[in-house]
């Protein structure tokens, strides 16, 4: 599919990655497009920048933060058919890039959106009372993950870089207690100990950990993927599979499943969950796919199921 370069804005954050690039690089890099460049100073400027266009390409330079901002403005907009996101990944975990294989060279992921190869992708939505609607495309996880999130904040982020969510993990895990889930996966329930749950549409999580090794972003389902109550050292172990991007779904203690809906629900204040990174709430859940909502670009060794 031929991408227009008539018409695009750029949405830069220049904060991503404890701000360890210089966005006029960014700039030298898209010579040959003519581009309207916003950047961001303040949370919800990607939003609302992403619901304004309704048409051309929209690429996003910043961190899985940012793209998660972009693509809830567009969902607020209703997914225009007419736009088509592209990702320069410039934040410290950079998730979605990895399974859309865009790389966090900066130059690679330039030639990346130059050949402009494009699939048309599913989004998720999540519902809760504490945050009523939003959107991502990546992976949503509660328990472990969502803490181990939250713990590596823009501080840790800027001292530690990648390394952030392994000292976030090993903060997390020596204190986490278990907490019992009722899960609901189109219609059928499971209740079941949990230390974490993957909510996934894309594959990896805080960092490059593989939250959801099997997820395909364009089969109309969410990947769930329970980490059970396996004790630490059976969950420490499960790690280096993760690390290494292997499968590891078929190891004791992980339970996964395929749906087009699933409800989460746990006693109030027991199970936080981030989206993409972002805190979400700790309130009954409830996430959708929505088949084939957003155009994207992709990088050469995109296959849409890792199998």
């Known amino acids: 599919m031929e991408v227009s370069r008539s018409k695009v804005r750029v949405i830069c954050n220049p904060s991503s990655g404890g701000g360890n690039y210089d966005p006029d690089e960014l700039r030298d890099g898209l010579e040959g497009y003519e581009f309207e460049w916003v950047g961001t100073e303040k949370p919800g400027d990607a939003r609302e920048a992403a619901k304004e266009w309704s048409s051309g390409l929209l690429v996003v330079a910043g961190g899985d933060g940012t793209v998660n901002e972009a693509v809830n403005g567009l969902g607020m907009a209703g997914f225009p058919e007419e736009v088509t996101l592209a990702i320069l990944p410039t934040g410290t975990g950079n998730d979605l890039a990895a399974t859309l294989c865009i790389l966090e060279d900066h130059e690679a992921a330039q030639e990346v959106l130059r050949k402009g190869r494009v699939r ?5 939505r999540v519902r809760s009372r504490s945050i009523g609607e939003q959107y991502f495309i990546n992976v949503a996880t509660g328990g472990v993950g969502a803490q181990i999130s939250d713990t ?3 501080e840790m982020k800027s001292q530690w870089g990648k390394l952030s969510y392994l000292r976030a993990s090993l903060e997390v895990a020596r204190d986490f207690d278990v907490r019992e889930a009722k899960l609901t996966l189109d219609g059928e329930e499971h209740t079941l100990r949990a230390v974490n749950v993957a909510v996934g549409n894309c594959r990896y999580a805080g960092g490059g950990w593989l939250a959801s090794p099997k997820a395909n972003p364009e089969d109309g389902l969410l990947d769930l993927v329970v980490i059970e109550d396996v004790g630490l050292p059976e969950m420490l172990s499960l790690a280096p599979s993760a690390l290494s991007q292997e499968d590891y779904l078929d190891k004791e203690g992980v339970f996964f499943a395929r749906a087009k809906e699933i409800q989460v629900e746990t ?6 969950f981030t989206a993409d990174g972002e805190v979400i709430g700790d309130q009954p859940a409830e996430f959708a796919v929505i088949p084939k909502a957003l155009k994207v670009i992709v990088g050469p060794e995109y296959t849409p199921d890792p199998g």
Do not use: I, R, W
């Open 152 to 154: 590596a904040d823009e």
């Open 267 to 272: 006693d109030p204040g027991n199970l936080q």
């Open 120 to 124: 048309t992708l599913d989004v998720a």
